[in-house]
């Protein structure tokens, strides 16, 4: 009877879990369609914008532009977005490899310098970095509890003076691009200098769209440059925001249903050990009985 009681706390723990799991699904499934609204509603801006700057006249000579200048590589900075909380399956762990990756292979020269920062946004890589004695710039994990253009922009603005200032040579954003509920692509992209103002990968069509300029061409870049840079940073968080809650409802999704699949089992081999228990009690009152019917 032991054995069957060991049994039933199981079942009874087993569905508790489940029904925490599932409620977990349920929340996150919520969350994530607000999420997905939001990146969706801003990723034909900003691939616009992109493709703007990329297409305008390469022919820029003279320009001061900070925010474009290739300087030696010297001092990195690693913007690493990841989620304050777990349960997300490899969510979180997927980002710090990635970014891990990046400073013992691609800038192990300046990280053995000590020329490799790392600014997180969001818990799960700040704590990772900060126990690995890692420079770790600032604490943004509050971003979360407001995800707005207007607080995003505040760490954007931090980001470029740093470049602008020679604090930085270059700056990388790791991040999960978000592209449905089950499927996160992990993605490297370089924030600063901006590349994309002379990508000769453009879309031919956007390379001979014959743009009219007012004011000129050197004062829209000046405003728009910044602002991609903005934007491009934004994105990465939206991206990053859906991505969590998407992979958080799939892993509580595949939790219930590993939850119920050992309850199948748990109760399986609870009515086995009881039909046993039953069979056991009547094969002793049968032999009692016999026992006393030849005394």
Not at 132 to 144: A, C, E, M, P, S
Not at 145 to 159: E, H, M, P
Not at 170 to 193: G, H
Not at 237 to 263: F, I, P, Q
């Amino acid at each position: 009877m032991a054995n069957l009681k060991e049994v039933r706390n199981r079942i009874s723990s087993v569905s508790s879990t489940q029904q925490i799991t599932k409620a977990m699904k349920m929340v996150s499934a919520a969350k994530l369609k607000r999420a997905t609204n939001a990146i969706v509603q801003l990723r034909p801006y900003a691939n616009k914008l992109k493709e703007l700057l990329a297409a305008l006249p390469a022919d820029l000579e003279g320009c001061n532009f900070p925010l474009i200048q290739d300087r030696g590589l010297n001092k990195v900075l690693l913007v690493v977005v990841s989620s304050n909380r777990g349960l997300a399956g490899a969510f979180n762990m997927n980002v710090i490899k990635a970014a891990n990756g990046l400073i013992t292979e691609k800038y192990a020269e300046q990280h053995r310098k000590g020329n490799v920062h790392v600014m997180a946004i969001g818990k799960k890589a700040q704590e990772f970095f900060e126990k690995r004695q890692f420079t770790v710039i600032g604490n943004h994990n509050d971003l979360y509890n407001a995800l707005t253009f207007d607080n995003v922009s505040k760490i954007g603005d931090q980001i470029i003076t740093s470049f602008i200032g020679g604090e930085y040579d270059r700056v990388e954003l790791v991040y999960n691009l978000f592209r449905n509920a089950a499927v996160q692509i992990l993605t490297t992209e370089q924030l600063l200098p901006v590349y994309y103002l002379k990508d000769t990968a453009a879309p031919s069509s956007a390379k001979h769209t014959d743009y009219i300029f007012e004011p000129s061409q050197v004062k829209i870049l000046e405003r728009l440059i910044p602002q991609s840079v903005q934007i491009q940073l934004y994105k990465a968080v939206l991206d990053s925001h859906a991505s969590e809650h998407g992979a958080r409802m799939t892993a509580m999704d595949k939790a219930t249903e590993n939850a119920g699949d050992l309850l199948k089992a748990l109760k399986l081999s609870y009515n086995q050990a009881r039909q046993a228990a039953i069979t056991t009690e009547l094969t002793e009152i049968v032999s009692g009985a016999a026992a006393l019917a030849n005394g």
